[in-house]
């Protein structure tokens, strides 16, 4: 027992020292799998640190944990500058606290960066934005202009905007209910068919809608071939046992027409487009509105109208009727029930409606348009001014159907029960005699002192008495009137009653009108640009008087104004007398006695009316006026040599050349010479004047042209390239030298002397159009279309060159050239003209009308579109519109035109009229 004590107490201690043992070796190793500590250097403890190698310190570059992929895409389009190929350099390392510092640095510098170039940056969207919004922009922006006119819709219009409705679905569900019907074959027929085959005296009876008790009548089955047509007849018959049912037994007379019949069905469908299931949905609405609000008239209203829109117009008159009696007040209910009813039951409708609503002008007058006879309506509108004496519209309408001497005695009583009625007072002094009207209209004043159409009431009545004086008078003691009551003086209401009396033919009330009222609520330095702008806006309304009286007006205020006299003397020419206008500028040039233009109408007014005495006493003090001028001087000349006086203009001109000596008169002194053929004294005339005025192109252009029509086209060369020389932007010398050499046959110096006139003035069309018809003439088609797109690009907006393009373009692309030219040059006459003569080209007459008339509107001055509007004239139109085109040309003298100036400057027309330029510049217009 001791041993095994022993034993046992031996084993214990071994055993725990074996525990602590084991205990001590996991502190001592616990350190293997934790990090090491910061700074932690191994081997410095124990001084191992005297040298390092290679495999202490690993490799250079660490080794990447992550295996190489190998569909790494190292294209160029993958590689960044920055960034490489697409991949971050420092995926794999640790994010440190140093690494979110320096995060917050660049996050701060690239914000303060940002603030910085936020202003421009947001600039720059705004206008990428509003660049954007015009090229695409949003359909609200599409239809702004119309959302805008939603302003304008009344309250009934809106109600009468349909709903929206699911097309879609409906759509859906009508195709799937629709049946399909399949045609049965004629063997099934004949196998089923019975043996009558005619109606039998039952069926003729009954119609087919009661059938004989079973058994009665047995059906045997028919065994031999089906006959369709016996079957169609069978058809006819039953059609015409049910026709002879709908006949009136009594009389005879057949309700339903039998050929009618099918067409008749038409009447029963709805008249309006609107969809069952949204009549059913409407009627269903305004049933549950009725029985909510029984009193409520519009519901009533409502759910006839729709009754009557699709057709069922008893049901319509059904629901009116009991509409009236739940609401017997209503004027509305009532005028609906007088409206759905035939005229033979209206009046009985319209009766009842002014017994329960006896204050209502509507249903009277609705009464008196149901009589047919004048008694009747008297009658019923004295019973209605019985009910309502203060009635306005009922008085007008009785005094409507009386005769003048009745009708004044109603509208005495009329003002006594209406004394507010302004016009009821004006219709009485209409009627009376001038005392008595003077008379009403003074009690009017006095009823009524703040109504300003009395006073010119008055004002009227004194001129159609004659008394003129006392017009103006009437007028501004009326104006004073109305201030002392308070009344504020609209300018703009007075000057369109101005319009109206000038209108009426009160012609002196007009003119006081406008004196009184024209300086009301203006500033005095703004006074006459308004004073002139209404005047204008007078003409185009046609009120001439009114216009005239303020053109007075404006003339009192400032009669030294040059601008203003020739405002006025245009007017005055335009829409007064040949006197009014002799008298206007025989008054201008008084005080405005510098004025060349005034002096030149007078002295054209006095020509133009035949009196060539005065004309020449006008120019006559002209000259002492304005002495040496050079427009008097011209004007002179032109009226001598119009006359015939040769011998005096060409003292004229000796006169004007010694004492102004301007290049102008030796032109107009060369040019009496050269169109009287005294082409020597011409040539004279013109070599003296190029030593004194080289620069003038005109000049050696005229010394050019006299050589050309005495035949010699080389000293007519050398005049023109002098003239080049001297004056190098002179578009006419190089076309005029350029067209001697092709007349010659020398094309070559042609196409030099435009090219080197092209290099001196880039932008002349006229010279790339020489060029290219040049080359068109000589038949270089191809050379003449790349000049022309040639040219196109240098002059991109020349209509010259456009017109000729749509000219040149082949039939089935000259639209489309059209409209490239209409795009770039919108209101050229050139193009204009191009446009219709395209129209004339494809036969549409109207069209072209249109488009000529549009281009002479656009520019009067234009000759060429004159000649060639009065061609299509002579060629499409009549007499009556001949007679007007040439009437408008003569009233704008054209001056210009390539056409217009060849004919109006050949020394051949010199003496012809602007009616005679146009017959023969029509001459030469080709339509094709």
């Known amino acids: ?33 934790k990090a090491a500590p910061s700074g932690y250097i191994a081997g410095a403890g124990r001084g191992a640190t005297g040298f390092t190698t290679r495999s202490d310190i690993g490799p250079a570059m660490k080794a990447s944990s992550k295996a190489p992929d190998q569909n790494e895409n190292l294209n160029d389009t993958n590689y960044d500058e920055f960034s490489g190929y697409q991949g971050s350099l420092f995926a794999h390392g640790k994010f440190d606290k140093d690494d979110d510092e320096a995060d917050l640095i660049y996050d701060a510098v690239e914000n303060r960066l940002d603030e910085r170039r936020k202003q421009h940056r947001e600039r720059l969207q705004k206008e990428e934005l509003e660049k954007y919004r015009q090229e695409r922009p949003k359909i609200q922006q599409q239809f702004s202009d119309l959302k805008r006119d939603l302003s304008s819709v009344s309250e009934a219009e809106w109600d009468n905007i349909p709903d929206v409705v699911d097309i879609g679905k409906k759509t859906k569900r009508a195709k799937k209910g629709v049946d399909r019907f399949t045609p049965i074959p004629d063997s099934l027929l004949a196998s089923q068919g019975g043996t009558h085959t005619s109606v039998d005296t039952t069926m003729q009876k009954y119609g087919g809608h009661q059938t004989p008790l079973p058994g009665t009548q047995t059906l045997m089955p028919y065994s031999g071939n089906l006959d369709l047509q016996e079957i169609g007849r069978a058809r006819n018959t039953m059609m015409n046992v049910k026709l002879d049912q709908a006949s009136d037994s009594v ?18 469908t709805p008249t309006s487009g609107a969809n069952y299931g949204d009549i059913k949905t409407g009627r269903t609405i305004l049933e549950a509105a009725r029985k909510t609000n029984p009193k409520h008239g519009p519901s009533w209203i409502a759910s006839a109208r729709l009754e009557k829109e699709v057709g069922r117009i008893q049901a319509a008159r059904n629901l009116i009727t009991k509409a009236t009696e739940m609401c017997p007040k209503s004027e509305d209910v009532w005028m609906e029930a007088i409206n759905l009813q035939p005229p033979e039951h209206a009046k009985a409708v319209v009766a009842q409606a002014v017994s329960n609503v006896p204050n209502s002008v509507r249903l ?45 005695i109603l509208l005495g009583r009329a003002v006594e029960c209406c ?11 209409h009627l009376e005699t001038y005392d008595n009207a003077r008379k009403v209209l003074n009690k009017a004043r006095k009823q009524i002192p703040t109504e300003r159409a009395i006073w010119i009431a008055a004002a009227k009545l004194e001129e159609s008495k004659g008394n003129e004086n006392k017009i103006a008078r009437l007028i501004d003691f009326g104006i004073k009137s109305l201030k002392g009551n308070f009344v504020e003086i609209n300018r703009q209401h007075w000057l369109d009653d101005a319009k109206k009396c000038d209108k009426a033919g009160f012609l002196l009330t007009c003119q006081a009108i406008v004196r009184a009222v024209i300086a009301v609520g203006i500033e ?67 005080y405005c006695p510098q004025a060349e233009t005034l002096w030149l109408m007078g002295a054209k007014s006095a020509w133009m009316g035949g009196d060539v005495s005065k004309a020449r006493s006008i120019l006559d003090a002209a000259f002492h006026a304005n002495p040496n001028s050079e427009e008097i001087w011209l004007a002179a000349v032109k009226l001598e040599s119009e006359n015939q006086e040769y011998r005096r203009a060409r003292a004229l001109l000796q006169n004007a050349r010694e004492k102004a000596g301007t290049a102008r008169m030796w032109i107009k002194s060369a040019r009496l010479e050269w169109v009287l053929s005294n082409l020597d004294d011409a040539s004279k005339l013109l070599d003296d004047a190029v030593k004194k005025h080289p620069q003038e192109p005109k000049l050696h252009m005229m010394r050019g042209q006299i050589k050309e029509q005495g035949g010699d086209d080389n000293g007519a060369l050398q005049c023109y390239k002098l003239g080049i020389k001297e004056c190098p932007a002179s578009i006419p010398l190089y076309l005029l030298a350029s067209r001697v050499h092709c007349k010659k046959g020398d094309l070559m110096r042609a196409r030099s002397i435009l090219e080197s006139g092209r290099q001196a003035n880039t932008a002349s069309d006229l010279l790339w159009l020489e060029s290219i018809r040049l080359e068109r003439e000589n038949g270089e088609a191809q050379v003449a279309k790349s000049l022309l797109s040639t040219a196109l690009q240098s002059c991109p907006n020349s209509g010259l060159l456009w017109s000729e393009s749509i000219a040149m373009a082949p039939a089935h692309s000259r639209d489309t050239c059209c409209v490239d030219a209409m795009r770039k040059c919108e209101n050229d006459p050139l193009v204009l003209l191009a446009v219709a003569k395209f129209f004339l080209f494809q036969r549409k007459i109207r069209k072209a009308r249109n488009w000529f008339n549009r281009t002479v509107k656009q520019d009067p001055d234009y000759g060429d579109a004159w000649a060639t509007y009065y061609k299509f004239e002579l060629k499409h139109g009549n007499e009556s519109k001949q007679r007007d085109v040439k009437k408008h040309c003569i009233m704008a003298e054209p001056r210009h035109g390539e056409l217009w100036q060849r004919v109006s400057k050949d020394v051949a027309n010199w003496t012809k009229k602007t009616g005679e330029l146009l017959q023969e510049a029509a001459k030469q217009v080709q339509l094709s």
Request: charged fraction near 30%.
């Open 1 to 33: 027992h001791t041993h095994t004590h022993t034993l046992f107490l031996s084993l214990f201690v071994f055993c725990l020292f074996v525990c602590n043992l084991r205990m001590g070796d996991d502190d001592k190793y616990s350190f293997l799998g």
């Open 251 to 268: 009389t005879g007379q057949t309700v339903v027409d039998p050929k009618g019949y099918l067409t008749d069905l038409n009447s029963l």
């Open 364 to 408: 009277w007058l609705k009464a008196t348009e149901l009589e047919t006879d004048k008694k009747g309506k008297k009658s019923v509108l004295r019973k209605a001014l019985d009910a309502i004496p203060t009635s306005v519209e009922l008085w007008k309408a009785a005094v409507e159907l009386e005769t003048p001497s009745d009708a004044c």
């Open 419 to 429: 004394p507010q009625s302004v016009d009821l007072w004006l219709a009485l002094a």
């Open 524 to 590: 005095e330095e703004d006074q006459l640009e308004t004073w002139l702008d209404d005047a204008e806006t007078f003409v185009k309304e046609g009120s001439l008087n009114a216009s005239r009286a303020i053109y007075t007006e404006c003339l009192n205020i400032d009669r030294t104004n040059e601008e203003t006299w020739l405002q006025v003397a245009f007017f005055e020419k335009e829409h007064g007398t040949q006197e009014a206008l002799d008298k206007l500028l025989s008054d201008a040039v008084k």
